[in-house]
């Protein structure tokens, strides 16, 4: 079986009714590139940028460090485009050593409803323009697209974008080299996707974050246990949700990819495809089973209806 799924790598996934599906590599590391590679990915759809900032005590990496490792990556998918995120930190990914339970504890509130991701990037202008730059300046050296997480609110996007154009009026003016990057948004709060339309006239493309959406549309803590049962992509208040981005993205011609937890499960993918969805990105093992299952559906058979399991005739 596991032969035959490595001769799946150079298969182009393409449904049984002729729709072309793209699959995508989700990757922490500089080094995850290879593994992308090696399964047959046709680019990065999210690199996960926090892991570079992660466990360093506090000393956040620098300008140079970082266009290094984004460069690298870039350079060993050959060409394929690599979609880097701005750092997600805080939450389930806090900075220093404390676990989610001590940060809890100490602060005595929710880190998933506080300063993370862009929130965070946005309280730290100078940590952010290093990064930014860092992404721009790797796309001298092959296709990138940057990636941001998190983002809610209308100020959020106009300040996020104006930091974009600061950073690379930064580089002309250092006379250092950037490429044509496009710039997309996550949607990964319920408000954003209520909104999508206002992302779609500012952002080049999105990526949907279902497992962020799924905590944040039924209110439960992806970290906390005791809540881990009601912890549901099926919940037809997400298919909705997701259904409706999808839609938008398409009635408008940009492009939107799903890069959570689901977009990997082979159970969501007739229900993804028939929503509209024609871009999944997850972690490098899951993408020859996806590609399988891709290659036996008919998408004018899917329905955005949960299957039914387990039910008698
Ligand atoms: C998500 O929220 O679905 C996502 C892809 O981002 P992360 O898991 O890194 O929060
Ligand atoms: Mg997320």
Known sequence: ERERLGRLRHTPAVTLDGEPVELLANIELQSDAEAAIAAGAQGVGLFRTEFLFMNRNGELPGEEEQFEAYRGAVMAMQGLPVTIRTVDVGADKPLDRLSIHELRQEQGLNPALGLRAIRWSLSEPSMFRQQLRAILRASAHGPVRLLIPMLAHESEIRLTLEMIDRAKQQLREAGLAYGEVQVGAMIEVPAAALMVEAFLDRFDFLAIGTNDLVQYTLAIDRADEAVAHLYDPWHPAV?????????????RGKSVCVCGEIAGDI??????????????????????????????????????LRPARGVPD
């Open 267 to 304: 159970d969501f993918t007739e229900v993804l495809l028939a929503m509209g969805l024609r871009s999944f990105s997850m972690h490098p093992s899951q993408i020859p089973a996806l590609k399988q299952k891709v290659l036996r559906t008919d998408t004018r058979r899917c329905s955005v």
């Open 239 to 251: 298919l909705h949700l997701l259904h409706h981005i999808i839609r938008a993205a398409r009635k």
